[in-house]
């Protein structure tokens, strides 16, 4: 059975270090924060200039001026910071952010990330995954394995308008994991979700990758 998104979260938010700044990008991402592990001290990067995210708010404790880059509404931590737009970006540009966790609408076999836009429909705005894949040390991706239609969202190359090339780390989708060693390399299926064979998985996928699953897993 693939996994939920809160699964997908939480797999993500186990390659988190103590001490990490990470920023978590729309949609999947966001729900990364509530899977911190005790004891994991990360600090919650949001490109509007909010640095020390808190948990999303209770009903009774939204305030609607503090929100994250996606217009979510969010809650301060004792240590929050508030910086402008120009230095939030130059944190993420000057290489200070240790990992981004996006969402994407296709990633190719060669690293590369599409998760902007869709020719021919409406664009919110690019937001800034482009100076993020360009300047944070490690990029996770968390999608869908497959579209609505069923195609593979992991692909041979991208069709869509790319966010940046050669820029993905680390691949988790619905029903499996893959990893690259560096950007030399291709990518390597590492787990599958539960009920997930390699050959279903072989079958709805258009990308070429290796297989080196951890111990327990599937074969």
């Given amino acids: 059975m693939p996994w939920t998104r809160d699964e997908m979260a939480a797999r993500a938010a186990r390659e988190l270090q103590d001490g990490f700044y990470v920023n ?15 004891g ?25 001026d503090i929100v994250n880059a996606g217009k979510q509404t969010i809650s301060e931590l004792d240590r929050t910071s508030y910086v402008s737009s120009a230095d939030s970006f130059a944190m993420i540009r000057g290489g200070h952010v240790d990992c981004s966790v996006l969402g994407g609408m296709e990633v190719s076999e060669t690293g590369d990330l599409a998760n902007w836009m869709v020719p021919g429909k409406m664009i919110k705005g690019p937001g800034g995954a482009m100076d993020l894949v ?35 780390d680390m691949l988790i989708t619905d029903r499996a994991v893959f990893v690259r060693p ?3 390399s291709g990518f390597v299926l590492t787990e599958l979700a539960p009920g997930v064979s390699q050959a279903e998985l072989r079958a709805c996928t258009e990308a070429q990758y290796d297989v080196a699953l951890v111990a327990g897993q599937a074969t």
């Fill in 24 to 38: 978590l990008g729309i949609g999947i991402p966001t729900l990364v924060g509530n899977h911190i592990a005790p």
């Fill in 40 to 64: 994991v001290d990360v600090t919650l990067q949001s490109e509007n200039g909010m640095l020390g995210l808190g948990p999303f708010p209770t009903e009774d404790a939204v305030d609607a």
């Fill in 134 to 168: 360009a300047g944070v040390r490690r990029i996770i991706v968390l999608m869908e394995h497959a579209a609505r239609d069923g195609s593979s969202k992991f692909r041979r190359a991208c069709s869509l308008p790319l966010t940046g090339a050669n820029v993905v």
């Fill in 182 to 184: 560096d950007r030399r």
